[in-house]
């Protein structure tokens, strides 16, 4: 039996780790991606791990969920469904090597440069490969030029030749082209330059010093483009973040964004755990479990949030809870001072504000939240209110680290970034001056779309079955074992996806914690029965 896996970065990896380990009959695996143009391994890497990227591009998750091997070493554990420790199974063939935390030689740096992530995946995957069992035959590939073909009947092509096999999995990540891609007319009236893709950002030294640039977008993106349009360029900050010597090579930077706001610095881990007893906790999970509806959720979380705030000492917890359900407010200095609060916050000087605490309080039961949407249909408003509401949640959870946020706070203090945009929620095409170059820090979303992976065109009509229907969701409908459903709700023989491209139907794609989700293995678990009936 032959299969393809497309993507060879962390989530490639992990599946390739997954069918070594479930699988004990002979089974060809074909992993595209996992050679770069020259014909050098750069499996686990992918975009956002590649290894030559500046030191000050860092992750914004805690280093202690870096672990390729996490489902092998906790036996008793297979994501947050339980579903080893309901039915006792352990892997066959089990492959366990270090966690991030164990290989770094540099213990407790809790947010580490990502090109160092990078490099712990190499060393993963070299784990991974010099384990394979016998009945494993890994063929690498470079990067999948096209897949087409039908049910169970694939074909993939390559620069090496074309491959055909009986069942396809995609692990292809960030999607390669936004639904509708900026092009240099969009900004000709305001801006002589456009970059639409600013990674890696060694692509933006040739902007010149002393020009003025616009930004698309104030998230992670925008923060490693100032920094490489500062500190890329010789400044030096003090170890703290808090002081900035300039290079005199910098350019000036406009930050847009139409809510008027950086995300929050990354907070203290478990800053609410122990706000609240445990008990509490544990009621809100079930509550969340047994939910009948968006909105039921959405009221179980509203007071499990309304509870810790007022266990901080917050006079009137509901008000909070309610000015930060109404999002960013944009106004003159707001950015400023929002990211300063965040900052004292992350350091330990200052009160945690409410939205960080909502935000952390969703994060101790995301878990939950995560099983009772996934894969089902709810009205239209409620889903409409419960995405809005993550979209905040994310902005103070998944913000950079304190390090890089004091930095940014730093720079903006200097005067080397401009907020008079961000602070009146300006669209950055919009934009009331012109500028020498407009960088758009606006990733592509997660989910599906056409023209999203241009390898993938001839079977967008299998991934977008959902697309067309009356459901609100961007993403590749699957189930539990990330087998792509149909119009009908069955699965299509031999066609998987993980990941981003699933965003919607499984929310919380963007985590590198290998137990967070359990699609991985129970592929790799369905791979081994039919390997074992051929």
Same mark, same amino acid.
């Given at each position: 039996?032959?299969?393809?896996?497309?993507?060879?970065?962390?989530?490639? #990896?992990?599946? #390739?780790?997954?069918?070594?380990?479930?699988?004990? /009959?002979?089974?060809?695996?074909?992993?595209?991606?996992?050679?770069?143009?020259?014909?050098?391994?750069?499996?686990?890497?992918?975009?956002?791990?590649?290894?030559?990227?500046?030191?000050?591009?860092?992750?914004?998750?805690?280093?202690?969920?870096?672990?390729?091997?996490?489902?092998?070493?906790?036996?008793?554990?297979?994501?947050?469904?339980?579903?080893?420790?309901?039915?006792?199974?352990?892997?066959?063939?089990?492959?366990?090597?270090?966690?991030?935390?164990?290989?770094?030689?540099?213990?407790?740096?809790?947010?580490?440069?990502?090109?160092?992530?990078?490099?712990?995946?190499?060393?993963?995957?070299?784990?991974?490969?010099?384990?394979?069992?016998?009945?494993?035959?890994?063929?690498?590939?470079?990067?999948?030029?096209?897949? *087409?073909?039908?049910?169970?009947?694939?074909?993939?092509?390559?620069?090496?030749?074309?491959?055909?096999?009986?069942?396809?999995?995609?692990?292809? *990540?960030? /999607?390669?082209?936004?639904?509708?891609?900026?092009?240099?007319?969009?900004?000709?009236?305001?801006?002589?330059?456009?970059?639409?893709?600013?990674?890696?950002?060694?692509?933006?030294?040739?902007?010149?010093?002393?020009?003025?640039?616009?930004?698309?977008?104030?998230? #992670?993106?925008?923060?490693?483009?100032?920094?490489?349009?500062?500190? =890329?360029?010789?400044?030096?900050?003090?170890?703290?973040?808090?002081?900035?010597?300039?290079?005199?090579?910098?350019?000036?930077?406009?930050?847009?964004?139409?809510?008027?706001?950086?995300?929050?610095?990354?907070?203290?881990?478990?800053?609410?755990?122990?706000? &609240?007893?445990?008990?509490?906790?544990?009621?809100?999970?079930?509550?969340?479990?047994?939910?009948?509806?968006?909105?039921?959720?959405?009221?179980?979380?509203?007071?499990?949030?309304?509870?810790?705030?007022?266990?901080?000492?917050?006079?009137?917890?509901?008000?909070?809870?309610?000015?930060?359900?109404?999002?960013?407010?944009?106004?003159?200095?707001?950015?400023?001072?929002?990211?300063?609060?965040?900052?004292?916050?992350?350091?330990?000087?200052?009160?945690?504000?409410?939205?960080?605490?909502?935000?952390?309080?969703?994060?101790?039961?995301?878990?939950?939240?995560?099983?009772?949407?996934?894969?089902?249909?709810?009205?239209?408003?409620?889903?409409?209110?419960?995405?809005?509401?993550? =979209?905040?949640?994310?902005?103070?959870?998944?913000?950079?680290?304190?390090?890089?946020?004091?930095?940014?706070?730093?720079?903006?203090?200097?005067?080397?970034?401009?907020?008079?945009?961000?602070?009146? *929620?300006?669209?950055? #095409?919009?934009?009331?001056?012109?500028?020498?170059?407009?960088?758009?820090?606006?990733?592509?979303?997660?989910?599906?779309?056409?023209?999203?992976?241009?390898?993938?065109?001839?079977?967008?009509?299998?991934?977008?079955?959902?697309? *067309?229907?009356?459901?609100?969701?961007?993403?590749?409908?699957?189930?539990?074992?990330?087998?792509?459903?149909?119009?009908?709700?069955?699965?299509?023989?031999?066609?998987? /996806? &993980?990941?981003?491209?699933?965003?919607?139907?499984?929310?919380?794609?963007?985590?590198?914690?290998?137990?967070?989700?359990?699609?991985?293995?129970?592929?790799?678990?369905?791979?081994?029965?039919?390997?074992?009936?051929?």
């Amino acid at each position: 039996m032959e299969i393809a896996i497309i993507g060879a970065g962390p989530r490639g #990896l992990s599946a #390739l780790h997954a069918v070594a380990a479930e699988v004990t /009959a002979p089974l060809r695996v074909h992993l595209f991606g996992a050679l770069d143009n020259a014909g050098a391994r750069v499996i686990g890497q992918g975009t956002p791990f590649y290894p030559d990227q500046p030191g000050f591009s860092r992750l914004n998750a805690h280093s202690e969920i870096v672990d390729t091997f996490a489902v092998d070493r906790q036996q008793t554990a297979d994501g947050f469904t339980g579903e080893r420790a309901q039915h006792g199974h352990r892997a066959p063939q089990p492959i366990v090597g270090m966690s991030f935390d164990e290989w770094s030689d540099e213990p407790g740096e809790d947010f580490p440069p990502r090109r160092k992530v990078g490099r712990y995946f190499s060393y993963a995957a070299d784990v991974v490969i010099d384990a394979l069992p016998a009945n494993i035959d890994l063929v690498e590939h470079r990067k999948a030029l096209d897949v *087409g073909g039908e049910p169970g009947a694939w074909v993939v092509t390559c620069p090496d030749g074309v491959v055909n096999v009986q069942e396809l999995l995609l692990t292809t *990540g960030h /999607a390669d082209h936004a639904r509708t891609p900026l092009t240099a007319r969009d900004v000709a009236h305001i801006a002589d330059r456009l970059v639409t893709d600013p990674y890696p950002v060694s692509s933006l030294d040739d902007i010149a010093p002393g020009s003025r640039v616009a930004t698309r977008g104030a998230g #992670l993106t925008f923060v490693d483009v100032s920094l490489a349009l500062t500190e =890329g360029r010789g400044g030096q900050f003090s170890p703290d973040g808090r002081r900035y010597t300039p290079s005199g090579r910098e350019p000036e930077i406009l930050a847009t964004n139409r809510d008027g706001a950086f995300p929050d610095a990354k907070p203290p881990l478990d800053v609410v755990l122990n706000d &609240i007893p445990a008990r509490r906790w544990e009621a809100a999970r079930a509550a969340i479990m047994c939910s009948l509806d968006l909105g039921e959720l959405m009221d179980v979380l509203r007071e499990l949030t309304v509870d810790v705030l007022r266990a901080r000492g917050f006079p009137d917890p509901e008000h909070a809870y309610d000015d930060v359900m109404a999002g960013p407010q944009p106004g003159p200095g707001r950015a400023r001072e929002r990211l300063a609060e965040a900052v004292a916050a992350a350091r330990g000087e200052g009160k945690v504000p409410a939205r960080i605490v909502m935000s952390e309080t969703w994060q101790e039961v995301m878990a939950e939240i995560g099983r009772r949407v996934e894969g089902k249909i709810f009205p239209a408003e409620q889903w409409k209110e419960l995405k809005r509401a993550y =979209g905040l949640v994310k902005k103070s959870s998944y913000g950079p680290p304190l390090i890089n946020s004091q930095k940014i706070l730093t720079l903006v203090e200097t005067g080397l970034i401009d907020t008079r945009h961000l602070d009146a *929620g300006i669209d950055a #095409l919009k934009l009331p001056e012109r500028v020498d170059v407009f960088v758009d820090c606006v990733l592509p979303p997660a989910g599906f779309w056409p023209g999203a992976y241009p390898a993938l065109s001839q079977i967008e009509n299998y991934l977008s079955a959902w697309s *067309g229907k009356d459901v609100n969701r961007t993403g590749v409908r699957i189930d539990a074992a990330g087998s792509v459903l149909d119009a009908h709700e069955a699965p299509i023989p031999g066609l998987a /996806a &993980i990941g981003r491209m699933t965003e919607d139907w499984v929310i919380d794609n963007d985590n590198l914690d290998a137990l967070a989700h359990p699609h991985t293995r129970l592929w790799a678990r369905r791979i081994a029965r039919l390997a074992q009936e051929r």
